[in-house]
């Protein structure tokens, strides 16, 4: 149930994101052809109006196709032959237009790329501003509802253990509580933060009650525990923790671990819902960026870093296993993500329209037909190519 799960809530993210393009459309007197939620074959189709509202095979993903949208056919004035004047690519797959659809097509003030600068950036802009609203509505939903959290970190317990970093090594696990470090005793989890940030890299004995735990029991409820002392050494530039924390050029020395945090509500109301939910959409707004320029730049491997349909399911799902509160704060980071992804302006995203459109307002006239072209396909290919290895890396995570 919970993969099921997962499908509806990434079938949610795209109809929002989609939706924004659709009502902006319409709102701007754009034909709108085809209002779809996936891709592939279509499983469900209602035609109201000039616009099919359907739902497709393979729900990542989804399309709204609007008359007079290929630039190939307005610009040689061919955009009003039949099927292709809607835009139609295989993978969103043909549409048997109706009588009013047809008629549609041939009205040129209803074309896209006939609208103004302004009105076709709207359309644009709309999925993305759409994805950022919906964040900010379920990030002030939950605090106005739940209360305003805050994090205390209290006592020294691991609750979970980062790969391939000196922690993982020497051997330190979940659940395991920190007693002391060289002998100095640890009131808390931010002594030992302390002690570890300001070791220098030098190796630290740190002495830990670890959970005895009988066959299927969790460490949670465990009732005796056993001591053991382990060698550890803090190594800096952690690269994906220094980006995330946004240290910067800082020399910042961690082993891996993060501790059980205590989390409590405060009551809150309308407006402090409203203005903390802003700031964590703007917070996770400005970590996206920071992860994507390091990427960029290389300061962090896309092989630890990028993850396909697949991770993205098995999050999603997990989350779905953990509670309402969990699914909810999964769908605000992936509308943020999907948001500030969309507005990269890398052709046949969003941003690359924008930044085509912006080109065109420059120069006073349209854009030819084969720079157009040449960086719709340069777009495709930078995207199928980032598609691909996100699923080698999602499969090389959960079979090897």
């Known amino acids: 149930m919970s993969i099921v799960a997962a499908i509806v809530i990434l079938g949610i993210l795209v109809t929002v994101h989609e939706l924004g393009h659709f009502l902006v459309a319409k709102w701007c007197k754009v034909g709108v052809l085809e209002f779809a939620v996936g891709f592939g074959p279509v499983l469900w189709a209602r035609t109201y109006g000039e616009t099919t509202y359907s739902l497709r095979g393979f729900p990542l993903g989804g399309f ?40 549609l097509l041939k009205d040129e003030s209803k074309w896209f790329l006939k609208k103004s600068y302004l009105a076709r950036c709207a359309v644009v802009l709309a999925g993305p501003v759409f994805n950022f609203l919906f964040a900010w509505i379920l990030a002030s939903g939950i605090v106005f509802f739940k209360g305003l959290p805050h994090v ?55 002495l830990i009650d670890r959970p005895k735990v009988a066959e299927g029991q969790s460490v949670k409820d465990a009732t005796t525990f056993e001591r053991v002392t382990l060698k550890v050494q803090p190594i800096p530039d952690v ?21 059980v945090p205590k989390i409590t509500y405060t009551e809150a109301g309308l407006t402090t819902a409203v203005v903390a939910g802003a700031e964590q959409v703007v917070g996770l707004s400005l970590r996206t960026l920071r992860v994507l320029k390091a990427l960029v730049t290389g300061l962090i491997s896309p092989t630890k870093t990028i ?6 399911i ?20 992936l509308n943020v993500s999907l948001g500030v992804f969309n507005l990269l302006p890398i052709p046949v995203l969003d941003g690359g329209h924008l930044t085509l459109f912006t080109l065109e307002k420059l120069k006073g006239g349209p854009l030819s037909l084969g720079f157009q072209q040449g960086v719709t396909q340069f777009g495709m290919a930078l995207l199928l190519a980032l598609m691909v290895f996100a699923i080698g890396n999602d499969l090389y995570r959960h079979l090897m």
Not at 67 to 83: C, H, T
Not at 314 to 333: H, P
């Open 64 to 103: 709204v196709r609007m008359a007079g949208d290929d630039p190939s056919l307005v610009l040689e004035g061919k955009a009003v032959a039949g099927d292709d004047a809607g835009g139609a690519s295989p993978i969103e797959g043909t549409q048997q237009l109706s009588p009013e659809q047809e008629k």
């Open 152 to 206: 205390e970190v209290g006592p020294a317990v691991v609750e979970s253990v980062m790969r391939d970093l000196p922690a993982e090594k020497s051997g330190i696990k979940p659940g395991d509580k920190i007693v002391s470090v060289d002998g100095r005793e640890i009131q808390g989890w931010e002594d030992f933060v302390g002690i570890v940030r300001g070791s220098e890299g030098r190796e630290l004995a740190v």
């Open 239 to 259: 690269a994906e923790m220094d980006v995330l924390e946004g240290t910067g050029s800082k020399k910042t020395f961690r082993i891996g671990l993060t501790p």
């Open 307 to 312: 993850g396909g349909p697949i991770e993205m």
């Open 314 to 333: 098995k999050q999603t799902a997990q989350s779905a296993d953990e509670g309402i509160v969990s699914v909810v704060m999964m769908m605000i980071f």
